[in-house]
């Protein structure tokens, strides 16, 4: 089993920066990389950015530009740099832990407010 813990959530204003941070820890070597979804209220979780071995980084279209995803595989971590932020994206971020057939592990989330 794998835990992932998130934290660097907060209240920013619109055209602001925040970073968020994701520790793995257990069952690591399930993994074949780490990313970050998103549940925004009213819509269904969503890929936010996912780094993966042999896949690379990939970003949703709404986000690109914006955000960086950094994993460091020595320190079983995953950063999500986040910046000109929007209004909409306002929401609960999720680190997941990805295994051959997409993210199989979650955090805990954290919440991400944009002030417009």
């Known amino acids: 089993q794998v835990q992932l813990v998130e934290s660097g959530g907060g209240l920013v204003q619109a055209g602001g920066s925040l970073t968020l941070s994701c520790v793995a820890s257990?069952?690591?070597?399930?993994?074949?990389?780490m990313g970050w979804y998103r549940q925004i209220p009213g819509k269904q979780r969503e890929l936010v950015a996912h780094?993966?071995?042999?896949?690379?980084?990939t970003y949703a279209d709404s986000v690109k530009g914006r955000f960086t995803i950094l994993p460091d595989t020595a320190k079983n971590t995953v950063t999500l740099q986040m910046h000109s932020l929007r209004a909409e994206d306002t929401g609960v971020y999720y680190c997941?832990?990805?295994?051959?057939?997409?993210?199989?592990?979650w955090g805990q989330g954290t919440q991400v407010t944009v002030s417009s």
């Open positions: 997941a832990g990805m295994d051959t057939f997409g993210p199989a592990f």
């Open positions: 257990g069952g690591i070597f399930t993994l074949i990389g």
């Open positions: 780094h993966t071995s042999g896949g690379g980084t």
